[in-house]
T-cell receptor, first 114, second 110 residues
Framework: GAVVSQHPSRVICKSGTSVKIECRSL??????MFWYRQFPKQSLMLMAT?????????EQGVEKDKFLINHASLTLSTLTVTSAHPEDSSFYIC??????????FGPGTRLTVT | GIQVEQSPPDLILQEGANSTLRCNFS?????LQWFHQNPWGQLINLFY???GTKQNGRLSATTVATERYSLLYISSSQTTDSGVYFC????????????FGKGTLLTVNP
């Protein structure tokens, strides 16, 4: 149980374009979903927290207009990187939780902006 | 915010050896999780352990919340145990979040 999927697993896009990443909880309803970013050989940094039907809460330093988060249902959250630039290249990981503290993580999406 | 420190940062073992990884945190927490990140980047939940001791096969974990630390024990290590082990603490009440340590890179040699 507690399986979280992400799509796509890997994406390459040109500078200036937008990319959407989907995060789905497959076997439970996620009241809260989280988006993290991980640079090579570094730890995970929380970008934002989203509750179903509410606006996302962004961490300090994360541009909400650049990283658009939508949590339209209890099983789906999306992260859209708008007007992507090479410095946005990173590994993006989502997690989900159900009315509790334990988080379950997706397999991650590797974004490369050329 | 809360600070999370993991030690050691790197650990190299021979197959069959035992090891202990440590996680210290700077304030009271609601939750503590241990993860193993495999070479493909997937975070695998090892333990959800805000306090006490748990065991799962060759792995066990202990959290002493009053002293603000947790330990992850790996016994009879195997090459497949290689990867990065993260400790993450949960805090924040209504604005709950996980803060990760920098991880321990474990290499198990055959």
């Amino acid at each position: 149980g507690a399986v979280v999927s992400q799509h796509p697993s890997r994406v390459i896009c040109k500078s200036g374009t937008s990319v959407k990443i989907e995060c789905r909880s497959l076997d439970f309803q996620a009241t809260t979903m989280f988006w993290y970013r991980q640079f090579p050989k570094q730890s995970l940094m929380l970008m934002a927290t989203s509750n179903e039907g509410s606006k996302a809460t962004y961490e300090q330093g994360v541009e909400k207009d650049k990283f658009l988060i939508n949590h339209a249902s209890l099983t789906l959250s999306t992260l859209t990187v708008t007007s992507a630039h090479p410095e946005d290249s990173s590994f993006y990981i989502c997690s989900a939780s159900f009315q509790g503290y334990e988080q379950y993580f997706g397999p991650g999406t590797r974004l490369t902006v050329t | 915010g809360i600070q999370v420190e993991q030690s050691p940062p790197d650990l190299i073992l021979q197959e069959g050896a035992n090891s202990t990884l440590r996680c210290n945190f700077s304030d009271s927490v609601n939750n503590l999780q241990w993860f193993h990140q495999n070479p493909w980047g997937q975070l695998i939940n090892l333990f959800y352990i805000p306090s006490g001791t748990k065991q799962n096969g060759r792995l066990s974990a202990t959290t002493v919340a009053t002293e603000r630390y947790s330990l992850l024990y790996i016994s009879s290590s195997q090459t497949t145990d290689s990867g990065v082990y993260f400790c993450a603490v949960g805090w924040g009440g209504s604005n709950y979040k996980l803060t990760f340590g920098k991880g321990t890179l474990l290499t198990v040699n055959p």
